[in-house]
């Protein structure tokens, strides 16, 4: 079985691209299986020794870490533990101390889009003329407008395009955010807590979007999130931080869709939790 998961895998696999190992390659070949838009699509990510300090606080001491092209991956951690420094990291937000990240080829501004806790819509533009923000060099071009308006219909918000942001809800606010990042067609979106500030509800609602546009767009999808039940619902792999360094890597060989709440879903997250809170530790901040 693993010898035909690795040809796919291989059939798939850029010329270029960087060697991994025989398990990241069985891990390509499980996305590849998705669908071979999933490897054409997404980039792969490969990281060496990342370093990151602020002042004396050393907040990464050597990330590494392969990350398949069109993989889903969430990254949990005790508050503090760097996992947004990390994820800024790979969307280059800040600067590295020591150490590399690569995506295996030459890539556009445009390939690695954020989309963050808050959504940060411009409160004195309408709803299509913020997702056309999201376009940046190309929002001039004659074409921006329906982009915006694909964007828009892709999360469900075709109907609110001419609507100031003041109106909406904080789910239809996330959605136009997510609108936003998803116009420029993105090969890696990475996710900051976007659904943090949200409603039991609407949260779920949400995640079931994200998953729906990541597989009908199949970018590698990165996301920071304090809520391990949400992880082990949307990821194929799930990370662990802790001290600056990832402690655990577990694979979430769920098939999809996947039933929150079911016994599997259940089992995956109380052991991460375990690995997360440290035995008899129940008060933990995560």
Do not use: Y
Not at 50 to 60: A, T
């Amino acid at each position: 079985m693993q010898e035909a998961l690795i040809q796919d895998a291989l059939r798939f696999r850029l010329p270029d691209a960087e060697p991994v190992d025989p398990s990241d390659i069985i891990e390509q070949a499980q996305v590849a299986r998705r669908g071979s838009d999933v490897i054409s699509r997404g980039l792969p990510l490969t990281i060496r020794g990342l370093r990151k300090s602020f002042g004396d606080h050393q907040v990464l001491r050597g990330i590494d870490l392969h990350i398949p092209a069109g993989q889903f991956v969430a990254i949990v951690g005790r508050s503090g533990c760097g996992k947004s420094t990390l994820l800024r990291l790979i969307a280059g937000l800040e600067t590295i101390d020591a150490g590399t990240v690569s995506f295996g080829e030459e890539i556009r501004p445009e390939d690695v889009r954020v989309m963050f806790q808050e959504p940060r819509l411009l409160p004195w533009a309408k709803v299509l003329s913020n997702v056309e923000v999201g376009l940046g060099r190309d929002r001039a071009s004659p074409d921006a407008q329906g982009r915006a308006e694909k964007a828009l219909a892709e999360v469900g918000l075709e109907e609110k395009r001419g609507q100031w942001p003041a109106v909406l809800s904080g789910g239809q606010k996330q959605r136009v955010a997510l609108a936003r990042a998803l116009v420029s067609d993105p090969r890696v979106l990475a996710f900051d807590e976007p659904l943090g500030a949200l409603d039991a509800l609407t949260r779920i609602s949400m995640q079931r979007l994200l998953e729906r546009v990541w597989r009908d767009q199949s970018f590698t999808a990165i996301l920071v999130t304090h809520d391990v039940a949400e992880a082990v619902a949307l990821a194929d792999r799930v990370l662990v931080i802790e001290d600056g360094r990832i402690a655990h890597d577990v694979r979430i060989d769920i098939p999809r869709p996947r039933r929150r709440g079911s016994a599997d879903l259940a089992a995956l997250e109380g052991s991460i939790l375990r690995d997360l809170l440290g035995a008899g530790d129940e008060s933990t901040d995560i």
